[in-house]
């Protein structure tokens, strides 16, 4: 850490400490807070226009905490990094790549926004003969990925096709044949399309699945299973070597990691899901947030001001955990992509430099469904002895066209919530106290359509990156997931021995050891 970082956090640690009812203080005090920490992202114009709100007014950010951190950004070379990230250089320094998911978006280096482009032309043809019958009649899509390939097709396939599916889409991922199993029961053969989403075409849970997807379309009357198939994958030549035709292999560039490449082919799915313009649309709703967060300076810039509260909780109060409850069931996936993007990015112990970090990291991130996960964790959340920032994410615009009493009571909830876990209740007793303090934030979305789903992902993907830039360690390497993978082909291979506990583990499974 720089002695200028350093002199930053030493400042951050001395502030004194007030609750959020004395932040809130006077009515005036109150309303100048919400001003301040409660803004509005747009995007759009005409029937298309849509806007998130950004709240975070219930955490404990204040105008004296806000500068310190705005200093801490600039100390931390924040804007440089920033700069660097748009411009296409190598900052994942140690895979020595750049990280141009933002291109995908069309907001990037030129010549990275020009072959996004092409790439997205090739695809969209792709996608729009899959819906003309080029490959026959196409009911049913299994999506076969893992991590980075999967949850994001997974999410907005989830959140965007529950009113018009156009086919029928089910992502596999798990290497756990019950899975597969469960995407075949709800297949025709015949009407069914693979796609194969792997950024190397390498990864043994993907190519493991999806031999076993060609052996049910060829156990079942498909005379061409690979005709079937559609590659998703920045190894276009492991592809073709596997037997996919080149006119269904769909590359998208090295520079977009795993889990940033939702935009690219890896959305294929969604776009077979709900139609090419609603997949453009939520690029074009992640481009107005990348515009913004390039744009726009200090804590006016809203996945910045995300991350200095994530930096104040996790360094300055010791928050573990990070609690996010999307209230609306079309996000019910959001946890799980945002557990990947933030702790897969930022769960890392030494800094872009290789020296160890000089404090917490990324915290864990969970969460679930609001009104579900009230009658399930939210008491720990208010009276467990851990503090839990909390993330909620609503929709003002209704998902369904039921009694709107069924919405209104959805988002009632949803406001209570952050307001009990503020004020807290002095109760009658020690089991009925309710201490408050306990900070939230909260996005409020004009509506919840491919557009906003792009901005919610976009802003996330900057928060990560923000925290990262702060904490100065690399979000696009993810080295710590190999260990165990290497672990696993040598156990595969046999022959080998490990510990005596997992040595017995194996032969209690009938796994041979030699
Ligand atoms: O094991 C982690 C990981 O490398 C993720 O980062 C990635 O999203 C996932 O595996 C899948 O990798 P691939 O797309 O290459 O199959």
């Given at each position: 850490?720089?002695?200028?970082?350093?002199?930053?956090?030493a400042k951050l640690e001395s502030h004194g400490r007030k609750t959020l009812i004395e932040l809130f203080g006077t009515d005036d005090q109150a309303g100048e807070r919400v001003r301040m920490l409660s803004n509005r992202i747009e995007w759009g114009d005409g029937d298309m226009r849509g806007g998130m709100l950004c709240d975070w007014s219930k955490t404990?950010?204040?105008?004296?905490?806000?500068?310190?951190?705005?200093?801490?950004?600039?100390?931390?070379?924040?804007?440089a990094k920033r700069a660097a990230l748009f411009a296409g250089e190598k900052i994942n320094t140690t895979e020595g790549r750049a990280a141009e998911h933002t291109a995908q978006r069309g907001v990037g280096k030129e010549s990275s926004v020009e072959e996004a482009a092409a790439l997205h032309r090739r695809m969209q043809m792709l996608v729009e003969a899959v819906h003309e019958g080029a490959l026959g009649q196409v009911n049913h899509l299994i999506h076969i990925g893992i991590g980075g390939s999967a949850l994001g097709p997974a999410l907005a396939v989830d959140a965007l096709s529950r009113d018009l599916a156009l086919v029928d889409v089910h992502v596999v991922s798990n290497i756990d044949g019950?899975?597969?199993?469960?995407?075949?029961?709800?297949?025709?053969p015949a009407t069914t399309i693979v796609a194969v989403a792997s950024k190397t075409f390498t990864t043994i849970e993907t190519m493991t699945n999806a031999a076993s997807a060609l052996k049910w379309l060829a156990e079942n009357g498909v005379s061409d299973p690979v005709g079937r198939v559609v590659a998703l994958t920045a190894n276009p030549e492991a592809a073709v070597a596997w037997g996919v035709d080149e006119t269904r292999v769909l590359p998208f560039p090295e520079t977009?990691?795993?889990?940033?490449?939702?935009?690219?082919?890896?959305?294929?799915?969604?776009?077979?899901?709900?139609?090419?313009?609603?997949?453009?649309?939520m690029l074009m709703g992640a481009a107005a947030v990348d515009r913004h967060f390039r744009d726009t300076d200090g804590a006016e810039?809203?996945?910045?001001?995300?991350?200095?509260?994530?930096?104040?909780?996790?360094?300055?109060?010791?928050?573990?955990?990070?609690?996010?409850?999307?209230?609306?069931?079309?996000?019910?996936?959001?946890?799980?992509?945002?557990?990947?993007?933030?702790?897969e990015s930022n769960g890392k112990r030494v800094t872009a430099?290789?020296?160890?970090?000089?404090?917490?990291?990324?915290?864990?991130?969970?969460g679930g469904v609001g009104t579900d996960a009230q009658h399930a964790v939210f008491q720990l959340l208010h009276q467990g002895t851990h503090l839990i920032p909390v993330d909620?994410?609503?929709?003002?615009?209704?998902?369904?066209?039921?009694?709107?009493?069924?919405?209104?009571?959805?988002?009632?909830?949803?406001?209570?919530?952050?307001?009990?876990?503020?004020?807290?209740d002095p109760g009658d007793s020690p089991a009925r106290n309710f201490p408050g303090d306990r900070p939230s934030a909260t996005i409020l979305c004009d509506d919840l359509d491919a557009a906003t789903l792009g901005a919610l992902i976009a802003f996330h993907e900057h928060r990560?990156?923000?925290?990262?830039?702060?904490?100065?360690?690399n979000p696009f390497d993810q080295f710590g997931v190999e260990l165990g993978k290497q672990m696993a082909k040598r156990i595969e291979a046999g022959g080998n021995t490990f510990d005596a506990s997992t040595d017995a583990l194996l032969a209690a499974a009938g796994l041979s050891l030699v």
């Amino acid at each position: 850490m720089s002695d200028a970082v350093a002199a930053c956090w030493a400042k951050l640690e001395s502030h004194g400490r007030k609750t959020l009812i004395e932040l809130f203080g006077t009515d005036d005090q109150a309303g100048e807070r919400v001003r301040m920490l409660s803004n509005r992202i747009e995007w759009g114009d005409g029937d298309m226009r849509g806007g998130m709100l950004c709240d975070w007014s219930k955490t404990h950010l204040d105008r004296e905490l806000v500068a310190d951190f705005e200093a801490l950004a600039d100390a931390a070379g924040f804007s440089a990094k920033r700069a660097a990230l748009f411009a296409g250089e190598k900052i994942n320094t140690t895979e020595g790549r750049a990280a141009e998911h933002t291109a995908q978006r069309g907001v990037g280096k030129e010549s990275s926004v020009e072959e996004a482009a092409a790439l997205h032309r090739r695809m969209q043809m792709l996608v729009e003969a899959v819906h003309e019958g080029a490959l026959g009649q196409v009911n049913h899509l299994i999506h076969i990925g893992i991590g980075g390939s999967a949850l994001g097709p997974a999410l907005a396939v989830d959140a965007l096709s529950r009113d018009l599916a156009l086919v029928d889409v089910h992502v596999v991922s798990n290497i756990d044949g019950v899975a597969l199993e469960a995407a075949f029961k709800a297949c025709d053969p015949a009407t069914t399309i693979v796609a194969v989403a792997s950024k190397t075409f390498t990864t043994i849970e993907t190519m493991t699945n999806a031999a076993s997807a060609l052996k049910w379309l060829a156990e079942n009357g498909v005379s061409d299973p690979v005709g079937r198939v559609v590659a998703l994958t920045a190894n276009p030549e492991a592809a073709v070597a596997w037997g996919v035709d080149e006119t269904r292999v769909l590359p998208f560039p090295e520079t977009v990691g795993g889990r940033y490449s939702l935009w690219s082919s890896i959305g294929f799915p969604v776009a077979i899901a709900v139609g090419w313009d609603e997949f453009a649309q939520m690029l074009m709703g992640a481009a107005a947030v990348d515009r913004h967060f390039r744009d726009t300076d200090g804590a006016e810039n809203l996945p910045l001001r995300a991350a200095f509260a994530d930096q104040y909780y996790t360094r300055l109060r010791g928050c573990q955990t990070r609690a996010v409850f999307a209230y609306d069931e079309r996000l019910g996936l959001f946890p799980d992509y945002l557990q990947q993007l933030e702790m897969e990015s930022n769960g890392k112990r030494v800094t872009a430099d290789g020296v160890a970090v000089s404090g917490p990291t990324a915290p864990i991130t969970w969460g679930g469904v609001g009104t579900d996960a009230q009658h399930a964790v939210f008491q720990l959340l208010h009276q467990g002895t851990h503090l839990i920032p909390v993330d909620f994410i609503a929709s003002i615009a209704p998902g369904d066209d039921l009694d709107p009493a069924h919405h209104r009571i959805l988002l009632t909830n949803c406001f209570a919530q952050g307001a009990a876990l503020m004020v807290g209740d002095p109760g009658d007793s020690p089991a009925r106290n309710f201490p408050g303090d306990r900070p939230s934030a909260t996005i409020l979305c004009d509506d919840l359509d491919a557009a906003t789903l792009g901005a919610l992902i976009a802003f996330h993907e900057h928060r990560t990156f923000a925290n990262a830039a702060m904490m100065g360690i690399n979000p696009f390497d993810q080295f710590g997931v190999e260990l165990g993978k290497q672990m696993a082909k040598r156990i595969e291979a046999g022959g080998n021995t490990f510990d005596a506990s997992t040595d017995a583990l194996l032969a209690a499974a009938g796994l041979s050891l030699v």
